[in-house]
Nanobody
Framework: QVQLVESGGELVQPGGSLRLSCAASGLIFSIEVMGWYRQTPGKQRELVATITSGGRTNYADSVKGRFAISRDNAKNTVYLQMNSLKPEDTAVYYC???????????????????WGQGTRVTVSS
């Protein structure tokens, strides 16, 4: 049974920073492509950042240069460092693995149906 537990979200002012964490269990974490997603009411879930088992990263244009994804395989944890936060970054943030073969073919499908509860990030004055 895969479990994904996100944490670290809170209320911050524009320009501030946060680091989100995602603790994963029930999967072979070290070989998975991992990703961070975000969702706002009325919008579908958006893929924000990915990191491969080898540490290669990719980002959505909206966060490139501001966010950084990383992983600690010893802790089965993936992180999202969020800097220069903007109000439009406000969302609930989720993590998941990505279907590996699809990822390398340019298709970004979440791998597991067992989404965590997410962690809420609110960027506001």
């Amino acid at each position: 049974q895969v479990q994904l537990v996100e944490s670290g979200g809170e209320l911050v002012q524009p320009g501030g920073s946060l680091r989100l964490s995602c603790a994963a269990s029930g999967l072979i974490f070290s070989i998975e492509v991992m990703g961070w997603y975000r969702q706002t009411p009325g919008k579908q879930r958006e893929l924000v950042a990915t990191i491969t088992s080898g540490g290669r990263t990719n980002y959505a244009d909206s966060v490139k240069g501001r966010f950084a994804i990383s992983r600690d395989n010893a802790k089965n944890t993936v992180y999202l460092q969020m800097n220069s936060l903007k109000p439009e970054d406000t969302a609930v943030y989720y993590c998941n693995a990505l279907r590996t073969s699809a990822y390398y073919s340019g298709r970004y499908y979440p791998k597991y149906d067992n989404w965590g509860q997410g962690t809420r990030v609110t960027v506001s004055s």
